[in-house]
């Protein structure tokens, strides 16, 4: 499979998501390859992992800023602060494009399911791993969103 073929359903999936979720208008990077990541402390990490025909996990990063705008426009409630709540909303974002993704790639005879989200904070990386292989952002009005692909 293809970093295109690997990466395609996730940024669609991701597009489609805050479009219907958040209405944004949304455009997508082209993916990179990469050998490492770097840790920010104004981003919130989500890491889901894929099992089944392709093993790995996906990593969305959200900006701080983006993420308190993405859950006010879902909960109509302004946030100042990345509490519990504002968590579990990133965590449910995140959640529904996987899903949407593995639907993407079974459309290619990819059979695939995702695992519970990890939240990870103030720009953490999963302990002992190294980066993504394979890198793209979706941009949108409010901020852009990292999608980080590693297989195992």
Do not use: W
Not at 81 to 98: H, P, Q, Y
């Amino acid at each position: 499979m293809s970093t295109k073929d690997l990466l395609t359903p996730f940024s669609n999936a991701a597009s489609q998501t805050f479009k219907l979720l958040l209405d944004l208008d949304v455009s997508t990077d082209s993916s990179q390859p990469t050998e490492n990541c770097e840790e920010t402390k104004e981003q919130v990490n989500i890491v889901i992992e894929i099992t089944g025909d392709l093993a790995g996990e996906v990593m969305y990063s959200f900006p701080k800023d983006t993420t308190l705008e993405m859950v006010k426009m879902m909960s109509g409630m302004e946030f100042n602060e990345i509490d519990d709540f504002v968590k579990s909303a990133l965590g449910e974002i995140a959640n529904i494009i996987s899903g949407n993704a593995m639907t993407g790639l079974s459309q290619s005879q990819v059979v695939c399911d995702i695992r519970p989200p990890k939240i990870l904070e103030g720009g953490a990386l999963p302990a002992g791993k190294e980066c993504s292989i394979y890198r793209t952002k979706v941009k949108t009005s409010i901020g852009d969103v990292e999608l980080n692909f590693r297989t195992v």
